[in-house]
């Protein structure tokens, strides 16, 4: 997600897409019968369906903008787009990106500037999704929109272009806030009293391909998606509403026009909608756009420690009869874990009286904790369990955790620390 990456999202490859259409079979008519036969009712709307979206979308969508950027293209960027324009490969980002001269990118005459030796970086534009979360001009999109902004333009859905700031963003969840200058803005307000269910409607609404305004419905596919967009801090919430390339930041609303998610990432084998697209949760947005606007930063806890998932195999050979946890594989020299005493071959269970099921739930109640907190870990060692108390570093930069989580053999993971 970071430098406005094209690489896909793909979880498979060698999907073809199936035209279906409908068979109409002509036979002789019978003597008798009717030339024009009255034709089979359609089915009624599911229990509970909405009989038109419409109002939903009325309400919400004046707070839902259009977000376009410019930027300076890294020589890998440049790269990889060339490379994606040959392929025909689409992106598992629902983020409209290009440069100058590419297909795909309108409104664009000029060409991409040589990049050779002492030449300078072309100009990029890409186009996202992002909404109103207070009247005071507050947006909410994801970090991969803005994080190499130079010119941010925020279109509104009653026609206004006005140029917005970046309040602040976190890589790690892929969030960010900007602002806009004025007052009454319309606005939306995220779902806090119940977590939408597998099963339930949801409309989306963005800028799918710079075109804007865009509303699409589904249902909520499936909840607790781990390891989506290479953030291990996210339990991702699936949704088959189409979106697709600048969808990325935009709103996912329940059926009364609350946010219940961020559009961020796609599985995609064309790099257009299959229907498989993954919102960043409201509960997870709100805290973090918070605190981004409150501070201008968010600031994860760490533990300082590299973690492994427990396989059965893993499981026999300790002697232990379950896989849940996560044991310790390395320490950070001088790390919060290593001066509290956890060393390698523990097995955490819980975390402040919490079960610990997985490597990936450690890493988000780790990174979710502040610096300076404390964390009363529960421990196995050599089939002992003792608790170990660990005060919460400072988590890294994205691009040190990403390099601390290069395997070192094994199935590893990150506990929210950096490795």
């Known amino acids: 997600m970071s430098n406005i990456k094209t690489k896909s999202f793909i979880l498979g490859a060698g999907a073809s897409l199936a035209v279906l259409g409908a068979a109409v079979a002509w036979g002789q008519a019978r003597p008798g019968a009717p030339v024009n036969p009255a034709p089979t009712p359609a089915a009624a709307a599911p229990m509970g369906a909405p009989t038109s979206f419409a109002p939903i979308v009325q309400k919400v969508s004046p707070a839902v903008v259009s977000i376009d950027i410019v930027g300076h293209a890294s020589p890998s960027q440049v790269a990889e787009m060339r490379q994606d324009q040959g392929q025909g490969q689409g992106q598992g980002i629902p983020f409209f990106f290009g440069f100058p001269g590419f297909p795909g990118m309108p409104g664009m005459g000029q060409q991409v500037p040589h990049t050779g030796d002492g030449q300078p970086l072309p100009k990029f534009r890409a186009s996202g999704s992002g909404f109103f979360i207070s009247p005071s001009g507050y947006i909410v999109t994801n970090n991969h929109v803005v994080q190499d902004a130079q010119e941010i333009t925020v279109h509104t859905a009653d026609g206004r272009s006005l140029k917005a700031r970046l309040v602040g963003r976190d890589p790690a969840t892929d969030i960010a806030v900007v602002k806009v200058e004025g007052s009454a803005f319309p606005y939306v307000s995220f779902e806090d009293s119940a977590k939408p269910r597998v099963g339930d409607w949801v409309v989306a609404v963005g800028n799918p391909f710079g ?209």
Do not use: C, W
């Open 211 to 419: 075109l804007g305004g865009t509303a699409t419905a589904g249902i909520v596919s499936a909840l607790g998606r781990e390891n989506v967009a290479d953030s291990p801090l996210v339990n991702y919430m699936q949704i088959d509403a189409p979106i697709n390339r600048g969808n990325s930041g935009g709103p996912t609303f329940d059926i009364y026009g609350r946010v219940v998610g961020v559009n961020t990432a796609i599985y995609s084998p064309s790099g257009g909608s299959v229907g498989i697209g993954f919102d960043i949760p409201a509960d997870t947005v709100s805290s973090i756009s918070k605190e981004l606007i409150e501070y201008g930063h968010v600031s994860h806890g760490y533990l300082g420690a590299t973690i492994q998932q427990i396989t059965p195999d893993l499981a026999e050979s300790l002697g232990i009869k379950t896989t849940n946890g996560a044991i310790v594989d390395q320490l950070s020299p001088d790390g919060p874990a290593q001066h509290a005493g956890l060393k390698a071959g523990d097995i955490i269970v819980s975390v402040n009286g919490q079960t610990v099921k997985s490597p990936t739930e450690l890493t988000q109640k780790v990174a979710f904790a502040r610096p300076g907190d404390v964390l009363r870990l529960d421990v196995l060692r050599n089939g002992q369990p003792l608790q170990i108390t660990v005060h919460a570093g400072v988590r890294p930069s994205e691009p040190t955790v990403a390099r601390m989580e290069q395997p070192q053999g094994g199935d590893q993971g990150d506990d929210g620390d950096g490795e």
